[in-house]
């Protein structure tokens, strides 16, 4: 998955980065924060930066600065079914970041609802990416 920063003025590029893993990597969602950092969200079917893969594909979060695209952090985590974010926002101070999508496990311990999938919602802490909570239904 890539990220890139135009100029607002020209659509000039000021920087690209690439995030994920060898394995297969899908980008799904881009949003900034109350600071102007990019945090992106999508999805993997590998490890990501010492975190193991935990099913098929997990949601991969990460935070990058707004002036050069530095990595700020990178967190991946999943079920041990398929996981897959389809959004990402700040919330109303932008400050924590939400992310949703779909997953056919048990997220963060949570019985999943009857049927294939469930939909999620999770929040991350912006200042380092923790998992404040995730809800499934």
């Given at each position: 998955m890539f990220v890139s920063k135009l100029s607002g003025a020209d659509g000039t590029l000021l920087w690209t980065k690439l995030l994920g893993t060898n394995a297969s990597d899908v980008g799904t969602g881009i949003t900034v924060d109350?600071?102007?950092s990019?945090?992106?969200t999508?999805?993997?079917n590998g490890a990501l930066a010492g975190q193991p893969n935990a099913g098929s594909h997990d949601i991969l979060v990460a935070k990058l600065s707004p002036t050069d695209g530095a990595?700020?952090?990178m967190v991946l985590y999943g079920s041990?079914?398929?996981d897959q974010s389809a959004g990402i926002a700040t919330d109303s101070r932008g400050y924590n970041i939400l992310v949703t999508?779909?997953?056919?496990?048990?997220?963060e311990h949570r019985t999943p609802a009857t049927g294939m999938r469930d939909v999620f919602v999770s929040?991350?802490?912006s200042y380092d990416g923790a998992l404040l909570w995730t809800t499934q239904y």
């Open positions: 109350r600071a102007g990019v945090c992106v999508g999805y993997s990595l700020a952090w041990q079914g398929d999508g779909n997953t056919a496990g048990d997220l929040m991350l802490a």
